[in-house]
């Protein structure tokens, strides 16, 4: 390198030097620049992977905001905020990247972003990326590095920023600039010096691919802190009042009515003092269960009072009240298939009272819609993805109106199918059944019993040979011809991957798992 004074002895040291690395840099063997590709490739995917894990953890922390603004939106802003600042790092690693195999190359920088790191052919040289990176000095401080350093230093100062102070100690930040650094010799080197100093650019890549591992790695942990710090802070006995929780307000004479009497926010660690007419009830995870043998029908009520110790240690009192109805045997609300609502399909219902007509009950449901079946006796419900949904069932026989009762259930979203392909889902396959199956089919979980179809749409198929990588877009749930082809020519062992595979249900499109599959 130019760019300071040297002495003729220097001058001379530089000059072995440089042969001596020119003679190195020819006994890179094939087998080494080969491993470099590789796993270049296999970084390159795990980037994929993870941006796409943190895109979902995005997703879920703005569905939480949109379900509660006031409190979710505060950290909500810190976790756009650092997507924001990962994504501009991440960008420039890029840029940095196309740049410096551009230079290397002779290429332009969009070509550099179409061109795999197998095809270049300087890949295995040094002297115009040292260059690049070290720029004419002798520790990195006028090239690419040093400001690529700065920038990786200052992310880290920023994200760590975003946190309380007890989480930022159990993130693990990696991208490590710090060092101790030592060369083949053991003298130590500074962080720039250590990582692109005489390295080869097959090097170069796979190691800036890797900070973009590390950098994702990070926003996927603090973003995921972040989330969990919504509620982590909730449980505050100076605003909480006492809470009953009946099993049912609606008795049947003869049965025992049973109720779960807590604060708001249950705090598993210390067990509140439940007092009911001068009694003590046991507890157990925070939770005191009162149970009363229902005999005579009508208004039945009852009181008492909880006691719990605040967060600074005080032992404060909450008086409750609650009343329960006991009545003879009448009313039925029970879902046909399952203990919970799924969002956007039909669930099927069944309502019954006794001594009461059909044409004489009514139902209404908290959110979506609830209508009669087909065959006039049973129910139908819609609901849209929330938290819950709650059925009220009234008798109206033309005079009056009276509520018989309510019940509440949960609402789940649709679990995703599993795609298949020659009755497996990934692993080894008989070359034959894969051929003569030559379609992927969507299958629901064994323990879903509703009969909802899904249909692939689109799917890409992926396979290596030669070292080169065929990679094909499938549209529909069938293999093209080609594919087929690919398939008859594959060799046992090989293996071939079936990925972005897209399926369309009742409430949109989902993307469902790779298929990873070896030819037997």
Known sequence: MAGYKETPRQKMIAMMYLVL???LALNVSVEIIEAFVIVNKSIEGTNVNLKSKNDETYARFEQQNLLNANKVGPFWAKAQEVQKISDE?????????????????????????????RDIESKDKYDISTNYFIG???DGSKGKSRELREKIEAYKSSVVGFLDEGDRASIKLGLDT?????????AKQNWEMHNFYHIILAAN??????????????????????LNSVTSKDFKFDVLNAKVIPNSKLVFKGDTYEADIMVAAVDSKQDPEVIIGGRRLPTEGGVAKYTATAG???????????KVKDPEGNLKEYPFEEEYFVMTPSLSVAPTKMNVFYANVDNPVSISASGIPESQVSAEISTGTIKRAADGKNWVVRVPLGQKAVITVKHNDGKTSRNMGSAEFRIKRVPDPKAYIANTDGGPVQKSMLLASRALIPKMPEDFDFDLNFEIVSFTFVGVRGGDTYERPGTGNRLTDEMQTFISNSKRGQRIWLENIMAKGPDGNRKLGTISLIVQ
């Open 89 to 117: 790092l991440v960008n420039y690693i890029e840029g940095v990247k196309f740049e410096v195999i551009s230079k290397s190359e002779g290429i332009s920088v969009e070509q550099a972003r179409t061109t795999p790191l």
């Open 296 to 306: 005579a029908t009508g208004l039945q009520r009852y009181s008492g009072s909880i």
């Open 21 to 23: 690395t020119a003679l």
């Open 136 to 138: 004419n000095s002798q």
């Open 178 to 186: 710090e060092g101790p650094f030592r060369d083949a010799s053991g």
């Open 205 to 226: 890549v796979t190691f800036l691919n890797k900070l973009i591992t590390d950098i994702r790695s990070v926003e996927g942990d603090v973003v995921t802190k972040l």
